[in-house]
């Protein structure tokens, strides 16, 4: 895809974020989004080869709208300013929806390109689901953590947003407990979209394989 036409065109809709500037400039955004799908089209069958599990994933469904929902949000402005998707083997992009884990990436106004793999703020009872099941697979959930591959490339799980205190049910002596306190369970990384633009599809798809034990081993969750 032309990775510099999109960031140029986000960039300007960074600073144009109205519906009039958005109207006039809907040709641009068009063609752009047709190669962002044909982008996600082909990540779905590359991914597949190590896990088929994604497969039959849509990838019309897969990318995320450009419209904000402004229903909760104190800031007004009508339309992201980033291209986005969420390949899941279920097909469902929000956890709400119970999507489950996800493979993610995004390309925003600044250039920036994010790579990330798990599931971000699952609701309660998904939530409650995965600290179980860290309890009960006590040295899978470890043995996950070691991966090579996964932590060469992400370190560790991401740490923001987690519980001061043990979730209700839980010590201070339950094993793994930094863990249990998280609220999503991702990894991600972040790189200049430009320093890959020649290698971008060839990125992606290492950084979902490298992420790929955290998704495998969020499947088993029931």
Same mark, same amino acid.
């Given at each position: 895809?032309?990775?510099?036409?999109?960031?140029?065109?986000?960039?300007?809709? *960074? =600073?144009?974020?109205?519906?009039?500037?958005?109207?006039?400039?809907?040709?641009?955004?068009?063609?752009?989004?047709?190669?962002?799908? /044909?982008?996600?089209?082909?990540?779905?069958?590359?991914? !597949?080869?190590?896990?088929?599990?994604? +497969?039959?994933?849509?990838?019309?469904?897969?990318?995320?709208?450009?419209?904000?929902?402004?229903?909760?949000?104190? /800031?007004?402005?009508?339309?992201?300013?980033?291209?986005?998707?969420?390949?899941?083997? *279920?097909?469902?992009?929000?956890?709400? &929806?119970?999507?489950?884990?996800?493979?993610?990436?995004?390309?925003? =106004?600044?250039? /920036?390109?994010?790579? #990330?793999?798990? =599931?971000?703020?699952?609701? !309660?009872?998904? @939530?409650?689901?995965?600290? &179980?099941?860290?309890?009960?697979? &006590? *040295?899978?959930? +470890?043995?996950?953590?070691?991966?090579?591959? @996964?932590?060469?490339?992400?370190?560790? @799980? &991401?740490? =923001?947003? %987690?519980?001061?205190?043990?979730?209700?049910?839980?010590?201070?002596?339950?094993?793994?407990?930094?863990?249990?306190?998280?609220?999503?369970?991702?990894?991600? *990384?972040?790189?200049?979209?430009?320093?890959?633009?020649?290698?971008?599809?060839?990125?992606?798809?290492?950084?979902?394989?490298? #992420?790929?034990?955290?998704? /495998?081993?969020?499947?088993?969750? %029931?």
């Amino acid at each position: 895809m032309h990775t510099r036409d999109l960031t140029r065109y986000l960039a300007e809709l *960074s =600073e144009n974020n109205n519906r009039a500037w958005f109207v006039m400039n809907k040709p641009r955004y068009d063609i752009l989004r047709a190669e962002f799908l /044909e982008l996600v089209t082909q990540l779905i069958r590359d991914i !597949s080869k190590f896990d088929p599990a994604i +497969a039959d994933c849509n990838p019309k469904k897969a990318l995320f709208r450009i419209n904000r929902d402004m229903r909760f949000s104190k /800031e007004k402005i009508p339309y992201k300013t980033h291209f986005s998707a969420a390949i899941t083997a *279920s097909g469902l992009k929000k956890p709400s &929806q119970g999507g489950g884990p996800a493979y993610y990436f995004h390309i925003n =106004e600044k250039g /920036e390109l994010l790579i #990330a793999g798990g =599931e971000y703020l699952p609701p !309660s009872d998904r @939530l409650r689901a995965i600290r &179980q099941q860290i309890v009960a697979d &006590q *040295s899978g959930f +470890a043995k996950m953590l070691k991966n090579r591959k @996964l932590k060469a490339t992400y370190g560790d @799980l &991401q740490q =923001e947003g %987690k519980l001061t205190r043990p979730p209700k049910g839980y010590d201070i002596d339950t094993p793994h407990l930094e863990y249990i306190k998280l609220k999503s369970f991702i990894v991600w *990384s972040e790189t200049g979209v430009m320093k890959v633009v020649d290698d971008l599809e060839k990125t992606l798809v290492a950084g979902f394989r490298d #992420a790929y034990p955290l998704i /495998e081993w969020l499947r088993q969750v %029931k």
